[in-house]
Structures are given as C-alpha cells and as structure tokens.
C-alpha cells in the first residue's frame, strides 16, 4: 500500500524525472530495502549482539580487591 500510494502520488516517476517502466522490479526492490531495514532496527534494540564489550553482570567497584 505504502508502494502504491507513494509513486501515485509522485505520478509514477523515479526522482520526478524517470517514468517507470517496470513497477513489479520497483516493487521487489522495496520489499528488500524494507526487510533490511527491518533487521537494522532489530540490531538496534538488542544492543548486546553488537558490541561485546557490554555486560549484563551487576559490579561492585566499592569492594577492595
């Protein structure tokens, strides 16, 4: 729908200059880009997978070693 009602309203053209030729090859591009996207904001909510420096384990830094 979102495919749809964007390059209706911008005339079906690509960048307001090319018309488009081939809607369906278009289409599949979007339907790509959005599972890419979707799986960088998956890595952004889980913050652990991508930097291993962080810990889950509480520290007590007042005890002396």
């Known amino acids: 729908m979102k495919f749809f009602n964007h390059y209706e309203g911008v005339g079906w053209k690509i960048g307001g200059k090319i018309q ?3 809607w369906k090859a278009i289409a ?3 339907l790509l880009k959005a ?3 979707k799986k960088e904001k998956i ?3 889980n913050p652990l997978k991508r930097d291993h420096l962080m810990t ?3 520290k007590d830094y007042g005890k002396p070693l």
Do not use: M, R
């Open 20 to 22: 488009i030729t081939n």
């Open 28 to 30: 599949d591009n979007w």
């Open 35 to 37: 599972k890419e996207i």
């Open 43 to 45: 890595s952004k909510i």
């Open 56 to 58: 889950v384990n509480q």
